[in-house]
């Protein structure tokens, strides 16, 4: 706190808002924290309908339970997969040229 203090008092530049070294590499490491962190919910997800199937014991509407969350658990891996790529790849090239 006190080194935010200091800066202003002496006068010292203080990166803005609007800075592109700073801004896209944090928005960028923010995203792909967040997507990560969806991603591992994704392959609980798949572990727990893994768990489902196997546990079902031949009941029908189980194995289709276990199915059907194994399935959720891939589209959503799919869907965050593509949603890194999109946001690395907006952020690589679209808002670096401008």
Partial sequence: MDGILTKFAVGQKIDTVGSDNNLTGDVTSIINAVIGVLGIVCVVVIIIGGINYMTSTGDASKVEKGKKTILYGVIG???????F??????ISN???QS
Avoid: T
């Avoid at 891996?77 to 949603?83: G, Q, R, S, T, Y």
């Avoid at 790529?85 to 907006?90: C, L």
């Fill in 77 to 83: 891996l799919v869907i965050c997969a593509l949603a």
């Fill in 94 to 96: 679209i808002l670096k």
């Fill in 85 to 90: 790529a999109i946001v690395n790849f907006v």
